[in-house]
C-alpha cells in the first residue's frame, strides 16, 4: 500500500511564499510521474503542476511563471514552491502519484489534501 503524505499548507497574504512537500511511503519501486492538483470551493479539480521522473514539467497558465514543481527520485517526494500566491490559489491542493509501482501492482494515488488560503 504507497501511502501519499503532504505538508507545508497554510495561510498567508498575497504576494506571500509557501512550499508544499509530498513524499510517497510503502514499498515502492518506481513512480512515473508527481503531480499537485487543486480544488476551491464550488470548483472542479484542476492540475497545477506535474513532474516525470524525468524532469519533463507542466504547468497551469495561472502558475506559470510563479510556482515550480521539483522532484526527488531517491525519496518518491515531490515539492511545489509556490510564490507571489493570489487569491484565487485558495483551495485544497492534493498530491498525486501517477503509475507507482509496488511490484505486483501499478496503480495510481492521491493525498489527503493540505489547505492553502491566500487572504488580506
Known amino acids: 500500500q504507497v501511502r501519499l503524505v503532504e505538508s507545508g499548507g497554510g495561510s498567508v497574504r498575497p504576494g506571500g511564499s509557501l512550499t508544499l512537500s509530498c513524499t510517497a511511503s510503502?514499498?515502492?519501486?518506481?513512480?512515473?510521474?508527481m503531480a499537485w492538483y487543486r480544488q476551491a470551493p464550488g470548483k472542479q479539480r484542476e492540475l497545477v503542476a506535474s513532474?516525470?521522473?524525468?524532469?519533463?514539467?507542466v504547468y497551469a497558465d495561472s502558475v506559470k511563471g510563479r510556482f515550480t514543481i521539483s522532484i526527488d527520485n531517491a525519496r518518491f517526494s515531490a515539492h511545489l514552491q509556490m510564490n507571489r500566491l493570489e487569491f484565487e490559489d485558495t483551495a485544497v491542493y492534493y498530491c498525486?502519484?501517477?503509475?507507482?509501482?509496488?511490484?505486483?501492482?501499478?496503480?495510481?494515488?492521491w493525498g489527503q489534501g493540505i489547505q492553502v488560503t491566500v487572504f488580506s
Open positions: 498525486h502519484a501517477d503509475r507507482a509501482s509496488t511490484g505486483n501492482m501499478i496503480k495510481n494515488y
Open positions: 510503502g514499498t515502492i519501486f518506481s513512480i512515473y510521474a
Open positions: 513532474i516525470t521522473s524525468g524532469g519533463l514539467t
